[in-house]
């Protein structure tokens, strides 16, 4: 009886700590913001191909972990990473190139992930070419902003106070590319994709 109890705990234990399956679509043209995720460690990410055009999943320069689907071509195809450390990984298709097809899927230990869901974090005009508008929900005070390149090279590091409003950030000295944005709050982070023209 106790060998039974002790096994029905168990599952239970591991039913409550399951991890989730955050599904994205992957089709040419799918970018930034609706390719972002913040996800806690263990989740795991399926991307699912939603045109007939080949494509791959893999990590870009800079991610904290190596993954990298191959060539995958077909309708309904899917490609599934489990992400196991915490840190940021931006992605792109090989194939369609990171200016077409690419995001960043952020890793953090412990977070209720339907409090970042949650979350509504806005970098406007994406791409921008001097002048970022921030825009935080109340609940995000006193934090810090960097911005990263994708060798990992911080090139802004800023304060941020949020009263409600928008915060503006002058971007015009960081020459052109792609970058993370990396936005954090006490114990919460959050990463998004910027391009600079």
Known sequence: MKTKLLVLVFLITIGLQAQTTHDL????G??????DLTIDVGDTVR???????PHTVENNTGSTETFNSGVLTGLGQTYSYTFTVEGTNPYFCGIHG??????????????????????SV????????????IK??????NGSLKVIDLTGKVVLNNTIVNSGNAIDINVSD????????????NDNA???RLIIQ
């Open 136 to 141: 935080l929900p109340q609940s995000l005070t």
């Open 30 to 35: 799918f970018e930034s913001p609706e390719a």
């Open 25 to 28: 679509i992957w089709e040419r």
């Open 174 to 185: 960081i020459k052109s590319g792609m970058y993370l944005v990396r936005l954090e709050f």
């Open 190 to 192: 959050i990463t998004k």
């Open 98 to 119: 990171a200016n077409n097809m690419s995001g960043v899927i952020t890793v953090q230990q412990g977070l209720s992930v339907d409090e970042f869901n949650d979350v």
């Open 122 to 133: 806005k970098l406007t005009p994406n791409p921008v070419h001097s002048k970022l508008t």
């Open 47 to 53: 991307w699912t191909w939603t045109d007939d055009l």
